[in-house]
């Protein structure tokens, strides 16, 4: 008996062509579109994405199905991204849709169903219960995938980890797929067309409040702490020839602090704290030494991860930039993915 196993389509090139690869293996493919999000005010182009990825599943003759989550996004991403801006953090819906539908709702809706697995387009290799480096390492997604426990990696396939992307776009070409060519989905889904912070500044009201130089000499106003992240530079409303980073952020005093030029020492750090750590097969034992990142696509840095009393203190080797609370931090070692926790 063949096993099963659920194959979110997402529309696009990626999961296209991991559907494909499980039915070319000998599994039973069931293709399912999730609908995540559903607002006239911020369109997502989710109806064009269903119909690619139905004319997918019709091509490979597997059966094909939408399950909306729209509700449950909302109140999970969503909502937990507008409440991490107005609290002064920066936050990863990506991490949480991976936490809450994709490896939580859809995977638990999937065994229900009489699953043995769930599958995804992401890049990134499963070796047993553990996830490892994607093969296209410019395209490796295992920083989003850190909440994931060792019981949802055993339980989830991930095709295309063996692949690069030229690899399954060409793949995707000999099939005839219509989403061979299609572009990446860039950024959050919901936000549509429109900026990130156009999206806040509906639901988190404005402010106005004073920018200050590292020395304390104010040099311009904001409309909100709230919608600056650590590391920006553009959207200060700040003239004068130099370019200034926010360095820090002071909600209750809605009060933002940028450093002067690129170089300035107050935006380097070499330490910081990690809460809400979690461990995919365990934690290992404390201090380590291990490779980190703290954004996507950030070359992996050496660094000593030790315990710190319900949090993780973690010392990097060497300086590093913009240090964003409320982003992740994703920990490595000789290319596992260990775990990794949020920036506090």
Not at 93 to 114: H, W, Y
Not at 305 to 315: A, D, I, M, T
Request: glycine share 10%.
């Amino acid at each position: 008996m063949k096993e099963r196993v659920v194959v979110g389509m997402s529309g696009g090139v990626d999961s296209s062509v991991a559907a494909a690869l499980l039915k070319q293996k000998g599994y039973e493919v069931i293709g399912v579109y999730m609908k995540n999000w559903a607002d006239p005010k911020y369109p997502c182009p989710w109806e064009e994405d269903r119909r690619d990825a139905m004319r997918v599943a019709a091509l490979l003759d597997i059966p094909f199905q939408t399950w909306d989550f729209s509700k449950e996004y909302r109140e999970q991403v969503v909502s937990y991204m507008i409440r991490e801006y107005a609290a002064g953090r920066t936050p990863n819906p990506d991490v949480m849709c991976n936490r809450e539908i994709k490896f939580g709702l859809f995977l638990q809706k999937a065994l229900s169903l009489g699953a043995d697995y769930v599958a995804t387009g992401h890049y990134v290799r499963r070796v047993g219960s553990t996830l490892c480096v994607a093969k296209d390492r410019n395209k490796d997604q295992s920083y989003f995938l850190w909440t994931l426990t060792e019981d949802e990696v055993s339980k989830s396939l991930f095709p295309i980890g063996e692949y690069t992307k030229p690899e399954v776009r060409a793949m995707a070409a000999e099939w005839g797929f219509p989403t061979a060519l299609k572009p990446d989905s860039q950024g959050v889904c919901f936000v549509g067309e429109i900026d990130v912070t156009e999206f806040l500044r509906g639901h988190i009201p404005s402010r106005r409040g004073k920018v200050l130089t590292t020395g304390g000499k104010e040099i311009g106003e904001h409309d909100g702490a709230e919608f600056y992240t650590i590391g920006q530079r553009h959207g200060l409303g700040v003239g004068g020839g130099i370019p200034y980073y926010v360095t820090k952020k002071d909600i209750a005093a809605n009060t933002i602090v940028v450093a002067e030029g690129p170089h300035d020492d107050a935006l380097f750090g070499r330490e910081l704290v990690a809460t809400e750590v979690s461990w995919i097969n365990g934690a290992p034992e404390l201090p380590i030494d291990i490779e980190a990142r703290i954004r996507y696509r950030q070359p992996l840095v050496r660094a000593r991860v030790e315990p710190g009393g319900g949090s993780l203190r973690v010392v990097f080797q060497d300086d590093q930039r913009a240090i964003t609370p409320g982003q992740s931090v994703v920990f490595y070692k000789d290319g596992v993915m260990l775990g990794g926790g949020v920036i506090a």
